[in-house]
């Protein structure tokens, strides 16, 4: 794992904000963003599930499927995704696929990560692609974000989406 850097941390503030965009339709507060070779926002996603229904509507994918749209194909070389939370199994594949080659997260994901915290998928030495891993960049933020999502979840009564 390399050094954080201060793109890093200004990168997770964009990814911070669409988290919070979540919050409006009870979704799962991730956020995510894909920034090019060159520092530009290629794409921007976060947590769209309750929003669409859709299954797939994961914050790093949503980003991703814009990132690869802006470029105009699949492979994502020289990208780097940042995402408040730890990627998932299904996110991990995705990130594998797209080859994007650095991936910059917030929050540890004890239960679901797939980049250390349950699954190590991002630097899966039996893969044709690995990634360079970033994490804990504004752990704190990003925990603290979740945190509270689920707290008022649990003390409002409302059901708990599982992430």
């Avoid at 991703?64 to 492979?75: L, M, N, S, T």
């Avoid at 991002?122 to 979740?146: I, K, M, Y």
């Amino acid at each position: 794992m390399e050094s954080i850097t201060t793109e890093h941390e200004a990168w997770m503030g964009l990814a911070l904000a669409e988290a919070r965009g979540a919050l409006a339709t009870s979704d799962v507060p991730i956020g995510a963003v894909v920034v090019g070779p060159d520092g530009r926002i290629l794409g921007t996603g976060r947590n769209e599930r309750e929003a669409t229904g859709d299954p797939t509507a994961h914050a790093e994918v949503v980003a991703i499927r814009q990132a690869a749209a802006a470029v105009g194909e699949w492979r994502l070389a020289g990208c780097t995704l940042v995402v408040t939370l730890e990627p998932c199994a299904m996110c991990a594949g995705a990130i594998v696929l797209a080859r994007v080659p650095r991936v910059v997260f917030g929050a540890w994901d004890e239960k679901a990560g797939a980049s250390g915290s349950v699954f190590e998928i991002l630097r899966e030495p039996r893969l044709n692609h690995w990634v360079e891993v970033f994490p804990g960049v504004r752990e704190a933020e990003c925990g603290a974000l979740l945190r509270e999502f689920f707290g008022a979840r649990r003390a409002s009564g409302g059901s708990l989406p599982a992430e």
